[in-house]
């Protein structure tokens, strides 16, 4: 049988341990497996662009396990009141090849994304911060504030969209949680007045929503709208000024904000993430340098989120299962699990009422 993950079952699991407690136990996954990095098989996410959108599939094998995630992303969905992200994915055994765990990943990539810039955040932000910004009210936002207030407990959240009902529904959804919420009038003021900064737009080319003279001495920039290739959130001078951090240096030169450096953009970069976690690379080396997390989201993440949540609901019995596969009394004989089709096409006679079916008209 094979485990079966629900919006509810995931809802049901977090209700249990806590917002704070999850995205907590989430990081440890993502840096157990960020400084494993080296024991997993990795390619680029395969995209196909088709109607104004991507559909991607984004796989990765460790040892024992390999993991893959569909996920889409149509910025134009909202004209039609559905996510513009919806995501899947499979967790299997490298031993057997066996399914273990088919899950939702709508709300999981909004969950992995916001641990994982949090995460970010620990290791390449100044270590006191007092306040957050962030530029984009849409899915993510709330996630993304919430993750980082688990790591900084930080007393001001400074937020700004385009969309003024975005920004009421981010008020909204996180009054009462332990900081004070300050509207913005513009980007820029989010910019000047945030020590960490975090922007997740739904911009579907190259867009300039921070300029570089906007940047103070010190700050740390997370960048997750950015994440297909033309599809960018920062002035290209900013690059040039700041240390910055990628994930997997081969999917960030084509996906990410280094896309627009052209030839010699990994020149720019100062890591990948797990060398950061795992402390082989020294990023920032004085509180004025100023950061940046290049995210494009990578597989890896969907892979510890999977892992988690699989280890999670088995330790909780919060599932679903399924019988996916055939369940075979001899493995040579696949066959047989046709049998009582094959019986009704036949016309045996506790199947009558199939035997003369037009079932291709």
Same mark, same amino acid.
């Given at each position: 049988?094979?485990?079966?993950?629900?919006?509810?079952?995931?809802?049901?699991?977090?209700?249990?341990?806590?917002?704070?407690?999850?995205?907590?136990?989430?990081?440890?996954?993502?840096?157990?497996?960020?400084?494993?990095?080296?024991?997993?098989?990795?390619?680029?996410?395969?995209?196909?662009?088709?109607?104004?959108?991507?559909?991607?599939?984004?796989?990765?094998?460790?040892?024992?396990?390999?993991?893959?995630?569909?996920?889409?992303?149509?910025?134009?969905?909202?004209?039609?009141?559905?996510?513009?992200?919806?995501?899947?994915?499979?967790?299997?055994?490298?031993?057997?090849?066996?399914?273990?765990?088919?899950?939702?990943?709508?709300?999981?990539?909004?969950?992995?994304?916001?641990?994982?810039? &949090?995460?970010?955040? !620990? #290791?390449?932000? +100044?270590?006191?911060?007092?306040? /957050?910004?962030? =530029?984009? @009210?849409?899915?993510?936002?709330?996630?993304?504030?919430?993750?980082?207030?688990?790591?900084?407990?930080?007393?001001?959240?400074?937020?700004?969209?385009?969309?003024? &009902?975005?920004?009421? !529904? #981010?008020?909204? +959804?996180?009054?009462?949680?332990? /900081?004070?919420? =300050?509207? @913005?009038?513009?980007?820029?003021?989010?910019?000047?007045?945030?020590?960490?900064?975090?922007?997740?737009?739904?911009?579907?080319?190259?867009?300039?929503?921070?300029?570089?003279?906007?940047?103070?001495?010190?700050?740390?920039?997370?960048?997750?709208?950015?994440?297909?290739?033309?599809?960018?959130?920062?002035?290209?001078?900013?690059?040039?000024?700041?240390?910055?951090?990628?994930?997997?240096?081969?999917?960030?030169?084509?996906?990410?904000?280094?896309?627009?450096?052209?030839?010699?953009?990994?020149?720019?970069?100062?890591?990948?993430?797990?060398?950061?976690?795992?402390?082989?690379?020294?990023?920032?080396?004085?509180?004025?340098?100023?950061?940046?997390?290049?995210?494009?989201?990578?597989?890896?993440?969907?892979?510890?989120?999977?892992?988690?949540?699989?280890?999670?609901?088995?330790?909780?019995?919060?599932?679903?299962?399924?019988?996916?596969?055939?369940?075979?009394?001899?493995?040579?004989?696949?066959?047989?699990?046709?049998?009582?089709?094959?019986?009704?096409?036949?016309?045996?006679?506790?199947?009558?009422?199939?035997?003369?079916?037009?079932?291709?008209?």
């Amino acid at each position: 049988m094979t485990t079966i993950l629900t919006t509810k079952n995931i809802q049901e699991i977090i209700q249990i341990i806590g917002f704070e407690n999850f995205i907590l136990g989430l990081i440890r996954y993502l840096e157990t497996d960020y400084v494993n990095w080296h024991e997993f098989e990795k390619t680029p996410r395969i995209a196909f662009y088709k109607n104004k959108g991507v559909m991607e599939l984004m796989p990765i094998c460790g040892p024992d396990l390999f993991a893959f995630k569909y996920v889409n992303g149509h910025p134009d969905n909202v004209k039609l009141n559905k996510p513009t992200v919806i995501g899947l994915g499979m967790l299997t055994s490298t031993s057997t090849g066996e399914p273990l765990m088919i899950s939702e990943m709508t709300l999981l990539t909004a969950l992995r994304t916001a641990a994982t810039s &949090s995460m970010a955040s !620990k #290791f390449l932000a +100044n270590k006191i911060i007092s306040n /957050f910004g962030i =530029i984009g @009210c849409g899915s993510q936002s709330e996630f993304q504030t919430l993750a980082h207030f688990a790591n900084f407990k930080f007393k001001q959240v400074f937020y700004y969209d385009l969309d003024k &009902s975005a920004m009421h !529904k #981010f008020k909204r +959804n996180l009054n009462n949680q332990g /900081f004070d919420l =300050i509207p @913005c009038s513009t980007a820029q003021e989010v910019v000047l007045k945030s020590q960490i900064v975090t922007t997740a737009t739904a911009c579907t080319e190259s867009q300039e929503v921070i300029k570089a003279d906007w940047l103070q001495p010190g700050q740390h920039l997370n960048c997750i709208g950015g994440d297909s290739p033309n599809k960018t959130e920062l002035d290209l001078n900013i690059l040039y000024k700041v240390k910055t951090v990628v994930e997997y240096l081969p999917q960030t030169l084509h996906e990410g904000e280094i896309q627009n450096l052209g030839h010699g953009a990994e020149e720019y970069v100062s890591a990948e993430l797990w060398e950061v976690i795992k402390k082989t690379k020294k990023v920032r080396t004085s509180i004025q340098d100023i950061t940046l997390f290049d995210s494009v989201g990578f597989a890896l993440e969907d892979y510890s989120v999977l892992r988690y949540l699989y280890d999670l609901a088995n330790k909780l019995k919060i599932f679903n299962s399924m019988e996916i596969t055939p369940q075979l009394k001899d493995c040579k004989d696949l066959y047989s699990s046709l049998t009582p089709i094959t019986h009704a096409y036949l016309g045996f006679p506790d199947n009558s009422h199939y035997k003369n079916a037009k079932i291709f008209e």
